[in-house]
């Protein structure tokens, strides 16, 4: 299967720290069996967001992380061979649907216009799936709820998310916490002094400032965790940046040269 699925059972709760009101928007969605789209840089908390919402509802998380191989056939299932019998294997979306799990679909833009148009039924009256290779049709029960995220800013072009499609969904705008909350997220996550994870903000900040770089990303809130818990496990901070933060975000010389004489300035 090219799409990567995994599954969440575990009741305790992951550690989240809401900064507006996401967590009521969702529960409210939830509760009104509508699908919700969250929207947001690279690790700025959409997939720990749902993984606490899943917990906090009591309902197991079947998250399904999207490229551009992922076929509606690797998300609804297929027949396989096994021994001298064919037999039927749920793929991730399809178990989901069956067990009222809630469905997290990562950068769903990534996936093949198919598997768009099998969501389609699943975020709209209907709430069914269409599982034409066994001849099933399913009705999503009232705990099974559709999640899907993107980043818009990630690519252009045929990768966006139609706005046809993106009108089904409840939208939860993500981006980065504001400096107190990030540094608290950073202290409690990499289990760091408040002081430390202060200046990996200060950082954060001063990179994400810089236009001039031309980076891909800007530096994450996942990678200051990254660079905390280097610092916590005995790393000096300046060369804890340079393994976390700078290399992940560049191979270019220049701009690594510029982004390592800010976290020396900083550290």
Not at 94 to 108: P, Q, S
Not at 187 to 200: D, I, M, S
């Amino acid at each position: 299967m090219r799409a990567v699925a995994e599954r969440t059972s575990e009741r305790a709760a992951p550690y989240y720290r809401a900064t507006g009101h996401e967590e009521s928007v969702f529960l409210a969605a939830h509760s009104a069996r509508l699908p919700v789209l969250l929207k947001g840089p690279t690790g700025c908390g959409k997939s720990r967001f749902v993984e606490a919402m899943a917990a906090k509802l009591d309902r197991d998380l079947v998250t399904v992380a999207c490229n551009d191989e992922t076929s509606a056939a690797d998300l609804l299932g297929r027949w396989l061979v096994r021994g001298g019998d064919t037999v039927w294997q749920d793929g991730p979306v399809t178990r989901a649907v069956r067990e009222g799990a809630i469905l997290y679909l990562d950068e769903v833009a990534e996936a093949r216009e198919d598997v768009i148009v099998v969501l389609h039924p699943l975020t709209d009256h209907r709430r069914a799936l269409y599982v034409d290779r066994h001849a099933e049709e399913l009705e999503a029960p009232p705990s099974f709820q559709l999640v899907a995220s993107f980043n818009p800013g990630y690519r252009r072009g045929p990768k966006e998310l139609k706005p046809s499609t993106r009108q089904r969904f409840v939208g939860i705008d993500f981006t980065y916490p504001e400096p107190p909350i990030e540094a608290e997220v950073v202290a409690t996550e990499a289990q760091v002094e408040l002081a430390v994870a202060k200046r990996l903000v200060v950082l954060a900040r001063k990179i994400r400032a810089l236009s001039e770089l031309g980076l891909a990303e800007t530096v994450s809130t996942r990678l200051l965790v990254g660079a905390a818990r280097l610092i916590a496990g005995g790393i000096a901070p300046r060369v804890a940046c340079a393994h976390a933060i700078v290399a992940p975000l560049t191979d270019d010389p220049e701009a690594r040269g510029a982004l390592q004489d800010l976290a020396d300035l900083v550290f």
